[in-house]
């Protein structure tokens, strides 16, 4: 199986500032990487698909990178809504797998 | 719009069985893939299956393969997860979602707001 490792655990951030989240794959996945955000007591929500196409309705603050084995996440202002826990998944082959996820929360 | 509602979960005990389904709207269902994914309390999110548009093909995480069954009914827009030889750390919230491709595997695009299972005697 696929192993996808998420750093940093967790983060702590201002309103307005800039966040970047990592996730590595333990071989490689192309792009077949996704971003998920959670906020507690829902269900995730995708924000990213194919490592950097944003999924319709998702405020283009958010933005994702890499291919490979190597992938990003960035929220370029963060709002007060986008404190949450973020999740990496990847969909290469199955089973598919997702990353031990991200909290970031305010500073 | 897309709207996916789960059911089913309840209290269970250890080494017994217990069928979820999930009723999809909004879409055409037997057009997508469907996903079942889970959420331990406190913990992440842990992919557990995926079934074809037609029913035809299925794929499961290691934790489950052999003990769960993922099924699906078109004409009743119904996917449905039967999990048998429950254990207590099956315990979650169980998530059905809808796959982002038509025709084909690919990512859990729409997300129910999940059923919870707790196994325990």
């Known amino acids: 199986d696929i192993q996808l490792t998420q750093s940093p655990s967790s983060l702590s951030a201002s309103v307005g500032g800039r966040v970047t989240i990592s996730c590595r794959a333990s071989q490689t996945i192309t792009t077949f990487l996704n971003w998920y955000q959670q906020k507690p007591g829902q269900a995730p929500k995708l924000l990213i698909y194919a490592a950097s196409h944003l999924q319709s309705g998702v405020p283009s603050r958010f933005s994702g990178n890499g291919s490979g084995t190597d992938f990003t996440l960035a929220i370029s202002s963060l709002q007060p809504e986008d404190f949450a826990t973020y999740y990496c998944q990847q969909s290469f082959n199955t089973p598919q797998t997702f990353g031990p996820g991200t909290k970031v929360d305010i500073k | 719009q897309v709207q996916l509602v789960e059911s089913g979960g309840g209290v269970v005990q250890p080494g017994r069985s217990l069928r979820l389904s999930c009723a999809a709207s909004?879409?055409?269902?037997?057009?997508?893939?469907m996903h079942w994914v889970r959420q331990a309390p406190g913990k992440g999110l842990e992919w557990l299956a995926i079934?074809?548009?037609?029913?035809?093909?299925?794929f499961f995480a290691d934790s489950v393969r052999g003990r769960f069954t993922i099924s699906r009914d078109n004409p009743k827009s119904t996917v449905f997860l039967q999990m048998n030889s429950l254990r207590a750390d099956d315990t979650a919230v169980y998530y059905c979602a809808r796959d982002l491709n038509r025709y084909a595997f690919g990512n859990p695009e729409y997300w129910g707001q999940g059923t919870l299972v707790t196994v325990a005697s």
């Open positions: 079934i074809s548009f037609d029913g035809n093909s299925e």
């Open positions: 909004g879409f055409t269902f037997g057009h997508y893939a």
